[in-house]
């Protein structure tokens, strides 16, 4: 009839996950734009919001102003708990906004944004964060191991308990919803939208990857390290039908590098001057992530696609 809704096709072949919009008959390839909109300037204002105590605290205090590094990072963070905190939860608020905006135009359900299961599945997540996380250490404890038995100069460790104690609990809490945070917006929300647009799974991990690396200050070497894990955690959401394992070498990444800058091991935030053996390392470190995470995913029978019967 005129005026009618137009639907889209029911799918007849199941879904890979940046396909998931073709499970609600209702959405529109320009919903995304909307969606963006939406949660775009939600996120800007909400960060300013968060960022202006940062801010004018040396005002009311009288100490030193924040000053901002070449890598885009305030100076001083691991002395300053507070400016620790204000810079990660700055870029975890990314997740609120892209929630309120699929949440306003679809696709539904929400836990389309997820995985092909239409809902965070918890249980592989803390299969991918423990993969990652051991793996990150190991990797991590042996660099330093072999750097002592080369007869480099290491590090001495160190940890001021005064500001360490709370830095440390901001690790443990707000970083992992940092990773997840930054997944659900460069992996979730721009591969679905290549996906509305383009079928081939390889624009959706691709497109998106210079968006991510530009989200960070870092000088070529270190930015061709973030490039690597930005096609890896994309492949990896095609691969295992949502974000889960991505979240999990995010996280896996960001929690061990931060916590060796908080004992004075490395200088997670001082990225500018890395090499390339930095990227090879990175190459082969988060490759076989993905290995151990596929070869899990096998086992666990994790689905990479979408049953047409479910949508």
């Keep these: 009839a005129a005026g009618a809704p137009k639907f889209n096709d029911v799918p007849v072949e199941p879904l890979p996950y940046h396909r998931l919009w073709k499970a609600d008959p209702f959405h529109r390839w ?20 968060v960022s202006i105590p940062m801010l004018v605290a040396p005002l009311l205090t009288g100490s030193a102003p924040v000053t901002i590094g070449p890598n885009g990072y305030p100076e ?9 905190l204000i810079m990660f939860l700055s870029i975890a608020l990314m997740a609120p906004c892209v929630i309120l905006g699929r949440l306003i135009m679809g696709p539904r359900p929400l836990g389309l944004l997820f995985s092909v299961a239409g809902r965070l599945r918890w249980t592989w997540l803390a299969t991918c964060i423990t993969i990652g996380f051991v793996l990150f250490v190991i990797v991590q ?10 007869g480099e100069e290491t590090p001495t460790p160190s940890f001021d308990p005064r500001t360490g104690v709370w830095i440390l609990l901001i690790i443990l809490i707000v970083v992992p919803i940092q990773c997840a945070a ?3 917006v460069f992996r979730g929300f721009l591969m679905q939208t290549v996906g509305r647009w383009l079928k081939h799974p390889l624009w959706a991990v691709l497109l998106p990857a210079p968006f991510f690396i530009l989200s960070h200050g870092y000088g070529l070497w270190g930015l061709i390290s973030v490039g690597i894990l930005a096609v890896i955690a994309g492949v990896l959401c095609i691969a295992t039908g949502g974000l889960e394992a991505s979240i999990g070498l995010h996280v896996g990444n960001n929690v061990t590098t931060v916590l060796l800058g ?3 091991l ?4 001082g990225a500018v001057a890395t090499g390339p053996s930095d990227a090879i390392v990175t190459l082969v470190v988060e490759g076989l992530y993905a290995v151990l995470v596929l070869w899990a995913a096998r086992r666990r029978r994790i689905p990479a696609r979408r049953d047409p019967a479910v949508t």
Excluded at 30 to 47: D, H, N, Q, R, T
Excluded at 141 to 150: K, M
Excluded at 266 to 269: I, R, V
């Design 30 to 49: 320009w919903k995304p734009l909307v969606e963006f909109c939406i949660s775009g300037p939600v996120y800007l204002v909400l960060a300013i919001l």
């Design 76 to 84: 001083g963070m691991f002395s300053s708990p507070f400016t620790f």
């Design 141 to 150: 404890g042996l660099t330093v191991l072999l750097s002592a038995a080369t």
């Design 182 to 184: 930054e997944e659900m």
């Design 262 to 264: 908080l004992f004075g």
């Design 266 to 269: 490395a200088d997670p935030f």
